[in-house]
C-alpha cells in the first residue's frame, strides 16, 4: 500500500508502513522504534555511499532519526511515505555533514599557509595560534559522538547551548556538561602538546 521503493515487510504483530507512517506523525514513540528497525539500515546506506563505512555514516543514520523524530510537525502522511521523508531528512544531514567536512578543511588548509607564511630564517618560530588551531583539529578528530558534534554545533555552526539542546534532542543539562568537559579536555591536551611543540 506504500510507495517508497524498498518497502519493509513488518512483522506479523506489527502496523502497516502507512500506519507506522501516521503514528510517528501524531508523536507515538513506539513508531519511532519501528521506524528506526525498518528503515535505519537504507539511511545508513546512504550515509555509507557517501563518505564509506566509519563515524561519519554512523553519525548521519542517527541524526536522521533525531531530526525526523524533533522535526516530525513537518511530516504529513498524506503528502507522502515515512521512508521517502526520511530520505529527504538524511539528504539534508548528509549535506550538512559536507559542509562541515570542508569548513574543516579549509580551517586546516589556512593554518597550513599560515605556517608557511613564517620566515626561513633560522630555526622558524612557531606561531602559537597556527599550532594551536592544528592541534585542535587534530583533537576534534579523536573526539566521539556526541560530544564532537555538540562542540562542532557549537563553534562552527555558533549555536547557543538551548539550540544544540533542541537540534540534537538532549536534555540542556546534558549538552552544558558535555561542553564542559569536551573544553577541559580540549585544554589540557592542547597544553600537553603545546608545551611539547614549543619546546
Same mark, same amino acid.
Given at each position: ?36 528497525? *525498518?528503515? /535505519? ?5 546512504? $550515509?555509507? =555511499?557517501?563518505?564509506?563505512? %566509519? #563515524?561519519?555514516?554512523? +553519525? ?45 578543511? *579549509?580551517? /586546516? ?5 599560515? $605556517?608557511? =607564511?613564517?620566515?626561513?630564517? %633560522? #630555526?622558524?618560530?612557531? +606561531? ?56 577541559? =579536555? ?14
Amino acid at each position: 500500500m506504500t510507495t517508497e521503493a524498498t518497502p519493509a515487510a513488518p512483522d506479523a504483530s506489527g502496523p502497516d508502513d502507512a500506519e507506522v507512517g501516521r503514528r510517528f506523525a501524531a508523536g507515538d514513540e513506539q513508531a519511532l522504534a519501528w521506524a528506526y528497525e *525498518r528503515w /535505519a539500515a537504507q539511511v545508513h546506506g546512504m $550515509a555509507v =555511499r557517501a563518505f564509506g563505512p %566509519g #563515524p561519519d555514516a554512523e +553519525d548521519v543514520t542517527q541524526q536522521t532519526f533525531v531530526s525526523a523524530w524533533t522535526g516530525r510537525s513537518g511530516f504529513r502522511p498524506e503528502q507522502g511515505p515515512l521512508p521517502a521523508w526520511l530520505v529527504g531528512v538524511a539528504r539534508h544531514k548528509i549535506a550538512d555533514t559536507w559542509a562541515r567536512r570542508d569548513r574543516q578543511r *579549509r580551517a /586546516a588548509e589556512a593554518a597550513a599557509a599560515e $605556517a608557511q =607564511r613564517l620566515p626561513a630564517v %633560522g #630555526p622558524a618560530p612557531v +606561531d602559537s595560534a597556527v599550532a594551536d588551531r592544528v592541534l585542535l583539529l587534530g583533537e576534534l578528530d579523536r573526539l566521539g559522538q556526541p560530544q564532537r558534534g555538540i562542540i562542532e554545533l557549537a563553534f562552527f555552526a555558533d549555536l547557543t547551548h538551548t539550540q544544540i539542546a533542541e537540534r540534537t534532542g538532549l536534555p540542556l543539562g546534558t549538552v552544558k556538561s558535555h561542553i564542559r568537559r569536551t573544553l577541559e =579536555r580540549l585544554r589540557d591536551r592542547l597544553e600537553v602538546d603545546g608545551a611539547a611543540l614549543h619546546a
